[in-house]
């Protein structure tokens, strides 16, 4: 069964920093791996998915990769902003599926 | 992509009654999950919603706890039973299957559930 990592737990940066959040899957069979962010209290708002044919995505500022062989997953988040502080959240297909399990988060914060 | 509501938003419930919590998506979609957020914590799969046959739950969720409804394609029902305070917890729901958009996972805002 599919397990998922996620390093660091908790990040604390300066406005215009960029920054790197990763995520380690491992079972290499995935069908997709999906980034979101969390707002406290909030529901889930997705931010890239990346199928298994597909070594990249980019949205705006955000850019995510995947290397299946290795089990891993990278969020760059270019000049960060105060409006980034959020819980990160990396999810993968589970073994064949494509039901989601979900890492633990990487709860950023961005300092003005 | 999909819009995604549910009711209620939030509600507090004393223990040994059931809420039920509704789902419903802005357009047909191909699968409906069930995830479970407790507090301070990532989300847990409950269960897949198969649109007219039982759902299928996955290990450590049980249909007399948490039986699940999906008439159609766009709406899907969570009933949390018999609730104690370990139930406390958000419960989302979740879409893929929209469109271009296939393998898009969305989610709905939340049900946050208090048990007294």
């Known amino acids: 069964k599919q397990e998922v990592t996620q390093i660091p737990a908790a990040l604390s940066v300066p406005e215009g920093e960029n920054l790197v959040l990763n995520c380690s899957f491992t079972?290499?069979?995935?069908?997709?791996l999906q980034w979101f962010r969390q707002d406290p209290g909030k529901g889930l708002t997705s931010l890239l998915l990346?199928?298994?044919?597909?070594r990249e995505q980019t949205s705006g500022r955000l850019n995510a990769s995947l290397d299946k062989s290795s089990g891993r997953s990278t969020l760059y988040i270019a000049a960060s902003q105060p409006g980034d502080s959020a819980t990160y959240l990396c999810?993968?297909?589970?073994?064949?599926?494509?039901?989601?399990?979900f890492g633990t988060g990487t709860r950023l914060k961005v300092l003005a | 992509s999909a819009v995604i509501s549910q009711k209620p938003s939030r509600d507090i419930c004393q223990r040994g009654t059931s809420l039920t919590i509704q789902c419903q998506v802005d357009?047909?979609?191909?699968?409906m999950f069930w995830y479970r957020q407790q507090p301070g914590q990532s989300l847990t799969l409950i269960a897949t919603?198969?649109?007219?046959?039982?759902?299928?739950?996955e290990s450590g969720f049980v249909i007399d706890k948490f039986p699940i409804s999906r008439p159609n394609l766009t709406f899907s029902t969570l009933t949390v039973s018999n609730m104690s305070p370990e139930d406390s917890s958000i419960y989302l729901c979740?879409?893929?299957?929209?469109?271009?958009?296939?393998?898009?996972?969305?989610f709905g805002p939340g049900t946050r559930l208090t048990v007294t």
């Open positions: 079972d290499s069979a995935i069908y997709n």
């Open positions: 919603a198969n649109q007219g046959s039982e759902a299928t739950y």
């Open positions: 357009s047909q979609v191909t699968m």
């Open positions: 999810a993968a297909s589970d073994s064949g599926t494509y039901k989601y399990i």
């Open positions: 979740s879409a893929m299957g929209t469109g271009s958009f296939s393998y898009e996972q969305y």
């Open positions: 990346i199928q298994s044919s597909q």
